[in-house]
């Protein structure tokens, strides 16, 4: 079955979808018999491209500097079961920080999340969840799952990565076994046969073996020695830049080939509003006092990321608060711990990587 959706507009006669304009396309299938609708199910589309080129990632040919939080998907009362509304709360306000995506981390969320996304305009980066130890079941398990994984995005146009291991969890070895380097691989080339339209990770902050964007961790909480291990981006991408890691960018006989380079967890600043009683919390770096101190941390830590030439974006650490870990930019009920409009100045304003979808 096909659809003509050329229209009379200029803009190659097709309306894409964007952050900044998520066009969509309604659509309605109807059963007839002898000429009558006996059913009819309403649905969309989205046209979009997804596309590296060099260092650089391309969305409908135009550079796209992806500005993404890390979304853990848990609510203080539901753990990982958001209500329809708690997600469309968390996703607005991800757009009026300033953000143009989200990585969901370690959790294959409710389609309505994507939907979500498709309709209001953010990226998406969607995460196979890690398993515990590297062996044949998890393998076996793994290929299953994936299979599932891809089905459930496919058709939303907002979802661009596919994230398919995080910092080497359940591959422990990866950077110098061959087997585990070998399973890594294996997924990323079933996820290329499965779906060719997205991007892929292999193993999302460190000793990346094929993979579409090299990514790297980074906790550092001073923002000048941040800068400084990326001052030289060639040394930075086959080395260890991240001084709170300390692992290779690359696992052993894999090296950089020029793949567009992302910062895709840093900040993790901590703030406790207290809104859920923990023996203790914690956030990366040193404990600051006050919420001016800690947005002027975030700040200086955005803007030393934003500085950098050779990354093609970041992914802010976190969302939300999930139990004792406080560095969410919005506390366990989900609520602003800082003035929107102050987070999308640092995130989105005022920079010269701020000029593309807002």
């Not at 087997?179 to 193993?203: C, E, H, P």
């Not at 009683?277 to 101190?293: F, I, P, V």
Request: contains cysteine; glycine residues 8%.
């Amino acid at each position: 079955m096909s659809a003509d959706v050329s229209s009379e507009d200029a803009n190659f006669r097709l309306h894409f979808w964007s952050p900044a304009d998520p066009n969509l396309y309604d659509v309605t299938f109807r059963v007839l018999k002898d000429g009558q609708v006996i059913d009819a199910i309403e649905s969309y589309f989205g046209m979009r491209d997804i596309s590296r080129k060099g260092n650089k990632v391309f969305l409908n040919n135009q550079e796209l500097y992806q500005r993404l939080i890390l979304d853990q998907g848990y609510i203080k009362d539901g753990g990982l079961t958001l209500t329809p509304e708690e997600l469309e709360n968390d996703l607005i306000l991800i757009k009026k920080m300033g953000f143009n995506g989200a990585r969901k981390h370690q959790k294959i969320e409710d389609a309505r999340y994507m939907y979500l996304c498709d309709v209001l305009g953010l990226v998406m980066w969607a995460e196979m969840p890690s398993f515990f130890e590297f062996s044949h079941k998890s393998i076996e398990n793994v290929n299953h799952e994936l299979h599932g994984l891809i089905a459930k995005h496919y058709n939303h146009p907002s979802v661009i990565v596919y994230t398919l291991m995080n910092e080497s969890w359940g591959i422990n070895e990866v950077y110098k076994d061959k087997r585990q380097q070998a399973f890594i691989n294996s997924l990323y080339w079933m996820t290329k046969a499965l779906d060719s339209t997205r991007l892929i990770v292999g193993n999302d902050g460190w000793e990346q073996t094929t993979t579409d964007i090299l990514t790297v961790h980074d906790y550092n909480s001073d923002p000048e020695t941040l800068a400084k291990s990326y001052e030289n981006m060639a040394e930075a991408a086959d080395g260890c830049p991240s001084l709170t890691s300390l692992r290779h960018t690359y696992a052993k006989d894999y090296q950089y080939a020029g793949e567009p380079f992302m910062i895709s967890e840093f900040g993790g600043v901590a703030f406790d509003t207290g809104s859920m009683k923990t023996k203790s919390s914690w956030g990366y770096g040193d404990r600051l006092n006050g919420k001016e101190a800690v947005l002027e941390k975030i700040g200086a830590l955005t803007q030393a990321l934003i500085n950098m030439d050779g990354i093609c974006g970041y992914c802010y650490t976190q969302l939300s608060d999930v139990e004792q870990e406080v560095n969410g930019l919005l506390d366990h009920n989900h609520n602003p711990k800082f003035d929107p409009e102050v987070l999308r100045e640092i995130f989105a304003g005022g920079s010269k990587r701020g000029f593309l979808f807002i």
